[in-house]
């Protein structure tokens, strides 16, 4: 392998720990997030160049560790192509095939699809300084495994949450989300309010099947319970923003214990 190869190899591949959005790149995926229902055969996600300059692309898919290389990464999953030459203002369909590797069939299980383009070296764009420096970027999405038969639906989930406020391990308030359905939810925003004190927190989270996640924003009062009020957003099938509600239900009932 020549001087140049190696360094490109190395470059490449200490990029990987720098995560870049898709935002800088000019290969870009249609999506930000796979499903795979475990009754097809297999899944296809586009890409497509939207530069003026050719690439290097290299796609794989991880179980969780975004730190791996592509050699190194484990899933039940074959990706074909997996290294490509993308052309400017062209595209390409990656397929995903699933192994039939055992997976869990009552809950969803969720890896990542990885795609690492690489701009050739010494390219002749003319929007390029000659005495510039090129980087590779890498864009990693969300890949759900969806086995059939789960119950409800992917939709429907959020609606299923419940909510608490909570003094976690470390003595601090917090707001406690539990998912009970077998599908990931992926929150990005989330208020929430009891009595006068309103909570907000715009960092998000994922809650897995069964897991609960806490939310640590600014106004969390010091009080244990249920909340009067959350509204959150959460991210659906198709990348979109989707809102839901949560209100407590109180008794209307008098007192008559007195």
Do not use: C
Request: proline fraction near 8%.
């Amino acid at each position: 392998m020549s001087r140049i190869s190696r360094l490109r190899v190395s470059l490449a591949g200490l990029l990987l720990a720098f995560a870049s959005h898709a935002t800088f790149a000019s290969v870009v995926l249609t999506g930000t997030r796979v499903i795979y229902p475990a009754a097809e055969r297999e899944v296809t996600v586009r890409l497509s160049n939207e530069g003026k300059a050719p690439a290097l692309v290299q796609a794989w898919i991880d179980d969780g560790d975004p730190n791996a290389s592509p050699d190194e990464s484990k899933s039940p999953f074959l990706i074909t192509p997996p290294l490509f030459r993308l052309d400017p203002q062209k595209g390409q369909s990656l397929r995903i095939i699933h192994l039939q590797q055992p997976l869990p069939a009552d809950r969803e299980s969720i890896f990542f699809l990885n795609v690492l383009e690489v701009p050739p070296m010494g390219s002749s764009n003319a929007d390029t300084p000659q005495n510039s420096l090129q980087l590779a970027f890498r864009s990693r999405v969300k890949l759900f495994f969806r086995p059939t038969g789960l119950k409800g639906d992917a939709d429907s989930a959020p609606a299923k949450v419940t909510w608490r406020f909570i003094r976690n391990a470390e003595g601090k308030h917090v707001l406690a989300a539990t998912n009970p359905t077998p599908y990931h939810i992926t929150f990005t925003r989330v208020e929430a309010t009891h009595g006068a004190s309103t909570m907000r927190d715009d960092k998000g989270g994922m809650a897995g099947p069964g897991e609960t996640i806490e939310f640590s924003g600014d106004g969390a009062p010091a009080f244990e319970g249920q909340p009067d009020h959350v509204k959150f957003i959460t991210i659906n099938d198709f990348g979109g923003d989707a809102t839901s509600e949560f209100k407590a239900k109180r008794s209307l009932l008098p007192d008559t214990s007195q």
